[in-house]
């Protein structure tokens, strides 16, 4: 597995289940920003790049525009040009543990930063069918046409052909386990 030791500027920091939904993103969202926002992380992980990612178990950017975080009255820039949010108004933490289940399941590291090539190549090999399932459940966005587990698994491959096929050394990274 690699593991990026550099803090570059073309690191992009996501939560962790954020890596399967901008996989399979097809244009849906929970709202127009929120859509937009998919879309640019989307976009900007896809370009064939191969970015450093940190993978995170709280709100990223792509948060800031759900209608379901809570949003500060009086919004404080956060250099990003997106909002700021307080919390997910969800009960319990389950995004926090979709998130945790994410880790585990790919056996990688909060905080952690990646290849994007070596996480999709994760994604491809190592996510069981079973742990897809347990991971996504009945989540608004798994049906037919827009999330699947066969879906996910062609998408990575086809992300990670671009990146691969385009610069191997596209991250200054190490092998670390």
Not at 118 to 135: H, M, R, V, W
Request: aromatic residues 6%; glycine residues 8%.
């Amino acid at each position: 597995m690699s593991m990026c030791d550099d803090k570059r500027s073309d690191q992009i920091s996501i939560r962790a289940h954020h890596l399967l939904c901008t996989t399979l993103f097809c244009g849906h969202g929970y709202s127009e920003g929120f859509t937009a926002g998919m879309e640019r992380l989307a976009s900007r992980l896809h370009d064939g790049s191969g970015h450093a990612v940190r993978l995170l178990a709280e709100p990223d950017g792509v948060c800031a525009w759900c209608p379901n975080e809570y949003r500060l009255e009086e919004p404080v820039p956060n250099g990003l040009g997106e909002p700021v949010y307080e919390g997910c108004r969800l009960p319990g933490n389950h995004v926090i543990e979709t998130d945790r289940k994410v880790l585990s399941a790919l056996r990688l590291k909060e905080k952690a930063t990646y290849s994007y090539d070596a996480l999709l190549e994760k994604l491809e090999k190592e996510l069981t069918e079973a742990a897809f399932d347990d991971i996504c459940g009945d989540c608004l966005w798994r049906r037919p046409g827009l999330c699947s587990y066969e879906a996910l698994h062609a998408r990575a491959r086809q992300y990670r052909q671009r990146i691969v096929g385009q610069d191997e050394q596209s991250c200054a990274c190490k092998d670390a386990e």
